[in-house]
């Protein structure tokens, strides 16, 4: 049974950061590619970013430059530090193991408001 769990959620002001964090249980996480996701009120889940086994990274054209992605399969860790962070910004973030199947987190709030 894979589980996902995110964590490092909360509220911050403008232009202000955050690092989230993704906890796997899968057995065979170093070979997933694995992201983020994100879906604010009334809008459907979008991909945030992404990246393989192999540590490449794809990131939406809205957080370029201010998103990193990162992963420690040794733990199996996947990391969202989010930097520069705007009201748009604001989300429930899902961590997400690329399948088939897929496999997702609870989600965690990021609310970006002063």
């Known amino acids: 049974q894979v589980q996902l769990v995110e964590s490092g959620g909360g509220l911050v002001q403008p232009g202000g950061s955050l690092r989230l964090s993704c906890a796997a249980s899968a057995r065979l996480f170093n070979f997933y590619v694995t992201g983020w996701y994100r879906q604010a009120p009334g809008k459907q889940r979008e991909l945030v970013a992404r990246?393989?086994?192999?540590?490449?990274?794809y990131y939406t054209d809205s957080v370029k430059g201010r998103f990193t992605i990162s992963r420690e399969n040794d733990k199996k860790m996947v990391y969202l530090q989010m930097n520069s962070l705007k009201p748009e910004d604001t989300a429930v973030y899902y961590c997400?193991?690329?399948?088939?199947?897929?496999?997702w987190g609870q989600g965690t709030q990021v609310t970006v408001s002063s």
């Open positions: 990246i393989t086994a192999g540590g490449s990274a």
């Open positions: 997400n193991l690329h399948g088939p199947p897929d496999y």
